[in-house]
């Protein structure tokens, strides 16, 4: 399924390998049953190679159940293996402060494409969202999302970048038609 050319990822958290099994497979199927997701977004995923090998079950399982994207988020540079379970990375998630202060990535990662790693980062001066950006693609990220949002819930808001973006375009659409 796509919502407006997008692909819906239905959120399950593991608990870093800590929720049972059964529990992250019934809500990876509740998802698909009931929003027609196409793909996963694994939350608080391990980083460490003691469960590479339940993430890779997950992945499998996930693809079995019809998830054509895997996303996985420990949220921090993971050991190698798990590159080649996920097709989407989520190798940083945290505040702007802790963003503009991690700047070692993995060399590992250069033997991968940009666009399957991901950076979230929260936190932040709305006029700086665009720098995270720029950032996240410095450090091989192609794929980011940098909102202003704190507290518990940081995403509930849109990112800056997304309503410029689409700000940028209607007025470009109107002095199209003059």
């Known amino acids: 399924m796509r919502a407006a050319g997008v692909r819906v990822l239905g959120y399950v958290d593991t608990a870093y390998g800590r929720r049972p099994t059964h529990a992250v497979v019934a809500d990876l199927r509740h998802h698909r049953r009931w929003y027609g997701t196409d793909g996963v977004f694994f939350d608080q995923a391990d980083a460490g190679t003691g469960l590479l090998g339940y993430y890779r079950w997950l992945a499998r399982t996930a693809r079995a159940c019809g998830s054509r994207t895997v996303v996985l988020n420990p949220g921090t540079h993971p050991v190698p293996g798990y590159a080649e379970i996920a097709d989407l990375l989520v190798t940083f998630e945290g505040s702007w402060a802790t963003y503009r202060a991690a700047a070692a990535v993995p060399a590992w990662t250069g033997e991968y494409p940009a666009e399957r790693f991901c950076h979230l980062v929260y936190d932040g001066p709305a006029r700086l969202c665009g720098l995270a950006s720029r950032t996240a693609l410095l450090r091989g990220a192609a794929v980011h999302c940098a909102v202003p949002g704190s507290g518990a819930n940081p995403w509930q808001g849109v990112s800056p970048d ?9 007025q470009h659409q109107q002095e199209e038609r003059r």
């Not at 997304?162 to 209607?170: E, F, I, N």
């Open 162 to 170: 997304l309503t410029d973006a689409s700000h940028g375009r209607h």
